[in-house]
């Protein structure tokens, strides 16, 4: 049955369960507090399990083609000299895993989206903010007065979800605060490739674990032009606020990366402005609402630190999973039965994928000395081992016990949503066709 759906967020989350709801017949609404298509932040790694969704919401081929074709080689660096701990050539992941590890600016990425829900008839509409949501009647209060009634609401609206702390939980342990910032930068590649030594930067994808801090450097391709995307990850500034950007002060970026390779200092002193964000984890117990109508996705549910670069792909996931999930409802009544079946498929997932990428946020911030050599040599143990033979296809669905495990890249590259969300959905309802 198609059902009347709000949701809540232009993020990737919101724009991705738009389309894959609207593909099954769902009307579908989306509301967005601010007035344009956010272009804020930098930025995105979308791995193979990422591509792969997309590629189940349809969106592949016009997403492949914004990133663009330029294959980079990528891996760990070390801070101080840049010398390689981890390297992979550009084509590894198409080779293992079937679809690269792509690059992308976020407002792109959301661009990419935007079109295609709109293509496939989703309503969208900016300067909506949400003020309340009310669980009884399954309605979204806006801040102009106006309220719209649903069968269903979505809340995609980000770590700070004003659909979960109204509806679902306004308790403090739905969020963990990591006391890190980024501070993001992008720097046309002319004035990357101007300078011998900021030009290497623009050929290669490249973490450098460093102590107490990390950057990401990462070429992206934006409006058809190259630009070098860099998150510099660093303790609490006094620059930084809860809960929105401020201008960055690049006499502190200074001092927090004063070891690293020369270069970054060089390319702080070519960048005329920088933003620094809170990096925040969402963890509440609770997805759905107590009467069940009302569900939160991507960054409201599960928020990861960006070590491992896998938010995005976990929303797109999410919204495929959500979509499939949805399908085993023939009346509004279902609707709760098959959210709280969302949150048991996708929730394991998530918070692997969260305790892997704060693990490794602890791993790439590490003091010189001896545990940082066991790290460096554990990481390139690793590398080749996972790489040491092809892929063979076959779905890990069982959490790997531990990220030393053999099973853990096929369990996180490998991960197909639409596939993984019937056979647990087959479990649980009606065994489904496939008609
Ligand atoms: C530093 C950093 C680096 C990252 N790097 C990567 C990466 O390389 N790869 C990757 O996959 N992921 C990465 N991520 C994570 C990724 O950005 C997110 O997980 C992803 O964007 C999912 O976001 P979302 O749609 O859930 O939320 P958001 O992007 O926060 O979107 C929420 C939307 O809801 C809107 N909204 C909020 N409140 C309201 C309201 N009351 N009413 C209406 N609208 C509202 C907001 O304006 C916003 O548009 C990174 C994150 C950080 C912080």
């Not at 009347?4 to 509301?31: N, P, S």
């Not at 967005?32 to 956010?38: D, H, I, M, Y």
């Not at 969704?53 to 083609?65: I, N, Q, S, W």
């Not at 032009?225 to 502190?252: M, T």
Request: proline share 5%; hydrophobic share 40%; net charge negative.
């Amino acid at each position: 049955m198609p059902f009347k759906t709000v949701i809540v967020g232009t993020g990737i989350a919101g724009l991705a369960a738009g389309i894959a709801l609207a593909d099954k017949g769902h009307q579908v609404t989306i509301l967005e507090a601010t007035s344009k298509l956010q272009a804020i932040g930098g930025i995105i790694v979308v791995q193979a399990n990422g591509n792969r969704a997309l590629d189940r919401l349809g969106v592949y081929k016009k997403f492949a083609e914004v990133c663009g074709t330029k294959p980079l080689p990528g891996g760990v660096r070390r801070y101080s000299d840049g010398s390689d701990i981890t390297a992979r050539k550009a084509e590894i992941f198409t080779d293992q895993w079937g679809y690269p590890f792509y690059t992308i600016h976020r407002a792109d990425y959301q661009q990419v989206l935007w079109e295609t829900a709109k293509e496939k008839g989703v309503t969208l509409h900016l300067g909506c903010r949400v003020v309340s949501v009310e669980d009884e009647t399954t309605t979204v209060v806006l801040r102009s007065g106006e309220r719209i009634e649903a069968d269903l609401i979505i809340g995609a609206d980000g770590v700070k979800s004003t659909v979960r702390t109204i509806a679902i939980s306004d308790s403090p342990d739905a969020i963990r605060d990591c006391k890190l910032d980024v501070t993001r930068v992008n720097l046309p590649s002319a004035i990357v490739r101007s300078d011998p030594d900021t030009s290497p930067a623009m050929d290669y994808i490249a973490l450098f674990f460093g102590p107490q801090t990390t950057i990401a450097n990462v070429p992206i391709r934006r409006g058809g032009e190259w630009v070098l995307g860099i998150d510099y990850i660093h303790p609490r500034d006094e620059n930084s606020a809860d809960g929105y950007s401020k201008p960055q002060d690049f006499e502190h970026m200074r001092e927090y990366f004063k070891d690293f390779v020369p270069f970054y200092q060089k390319i702080m002193d070519y960048t005329e402005e920088a933003n620094v964000w809170r990096i925040i984890e969402t963890m509440p117990k609770s997805w759905t609402s107590k009467k069940g109508r009302v569900v939160i996705i991507g960054d409201a549910a599960h928020a990861v630190q960006p070590f491992v670069g896998q938010g995005g792909a976990m929303a797109v996931e999410d919204a495929i999973c959500l979509a499939e999930c949805l399908d085993r409802a023939e009346t509004i009544d279902d609707i709760p039965a098959v959210l709280r079946a969302f949150q048991e498929i996708r929730e394991p997932r998530c918070k692997l994928v969260q305790d892997w990428s704060a693990a490794q946020g602890q791993r790439a911030t590490l003091l010189d000395g001896p545990m940082q050599e066991k790290r460096d040599e554990m990481l390139k143990k690793l590398d080749t081992e996972t790489f040491r033979e092809p892929w063979n296809r076959v779905h890990v669905d069982m959490n790997p016990d531990s990220i030393m495990s053999s099973e853990w890249e096929p369990w996180l590259q490998g991960h197909d949503a639409f596939i993984y969300a019937n056979k647990e959905l087959d479990k649980r309802f009606r065994v489904r066709t496939h008609e």
